[in-house]
């Protein structure tokens, strides 16, 4: 449904303890579809890069609180490697030479969302690396501030899953890029 409706790339839960994903979700998803896809887990372990390769996956989402900058620069270099784009955090992303900078809107501490987070810290990264606003994001005029902010991406998980139309909810969130 996200690739009928337009979607540029699809994230896939694989964390099975805290958000319920599985490998299997993003093997299935890549069978099925032919756009990028995120391996959206708590990469700890070069291991899962290798897996997320073989998986299906495009991209993998490297949390920079989780890993120290050695790791960090270690993950990066094996995914430009493999052929997959890495996704990290601002700050060490930034500094260890990320192509593509996620801000995430949700503190993984609370959980709790503060939507303006992406729009705050983008005036850090360089406007050669690509932005992405991930997570709160509800309504296309969220998306049309972001994009009216620099922002070059979003990440929308929780609004599509709980969408009972999926591609509707997409076309409706892409009604205002211009």
């Given at each position: 449904q996200y690739q009928e409706a337009g979607a540029d790339a699809v994230s896939v839960l694989t964390e099975p303890e805290f958000f319920l994903g599985a490998d299997r979700y993003l093997e299935e998803i890549h069978g099925e579809?032919?756009?990028?896809?995120?391996?959206?887990?708590?990469?700890?372990?070069?291991?899962?890069?290798?897996?997320?390769?073989?998986?299906?996956?495009?991209?993998?989402?490297?949390?920079?609180?989780?890993?120290?900058?050695e790791q960090l620069k270690r993950y990066m270099g094996i995914c430009g490697r493999l052929g997959l784009s890495s996704l990290g955090e601002v700050a060490m992303a930034a500094e260890a030479g990320a192509d593509i900078i996620g801000i995430n809107n949700r503190n993984l501490g609370t959980f709790e969302v503060?939507?303006?987070?992406?729009?705050?810290?983008?005036?850090?990264?360089?406007?050669?690396?690509?932005?992405v606003a991930e997570s709160g994001i509800r309504t296309p005029e969220d998306i049309e501030l972001l994009a009216e902010n620099?922002?070059?991406?979003?990440?929308?998980?929780?609004?599509?899953m709980r969408?009972?139309?999926?591609?509707?909810?997409?076309?409706?969130?892409?009604?205002?890029?211009r």
């Amino acid at each position: 449904q996200y690739q009928e409706a337009g979607a540029d790339a699809v994230s896939v839960l694989t964390e099975p303890e805290f958000f319920l994903g599985a490998d299997r979700y993003l093997e299935e998803i890549h069978g099925e579809i032919g756009l990028p896809l995120l391996r959206k887990d708590f990469t700890v372990d070069e291991y899962q890069i290798y897996e997320a390769k073989v998986l299906g996956a495009s991209a993998v989402l490297l949390i920079c609180s989780l890993l120290d900058m050695e790791q960090l620069k270690r993950y990066m270099g094996i995914c430009g490697r493999l052929g997959l784009s890495s996704l990290g955090e601002v700050a060490m992303a930034a500094e260890a030479g990320a192509d593509i900078i996620g801000i995430n809107n949700r503190n993984l501490g609370t959980f709790e969302v503060d939507f303006t987070n992406a729009l705050r810290l983008r005036r850090l990264v360089d406007r050669g690396t690509i932005f992405v606003a991930e997570s709160g994001i509800r309504t296309p005029e969220d998306i049309e501030l972001l994009a009216e902010n620099q922002v070059d991406a979003v990440l929308v998980g929780e609004t599509l899953m709980r969408a009972a139309d999926k591609k509707q909810a997409l076309r409706e969130l892409k009604s205002r890029i211009r």
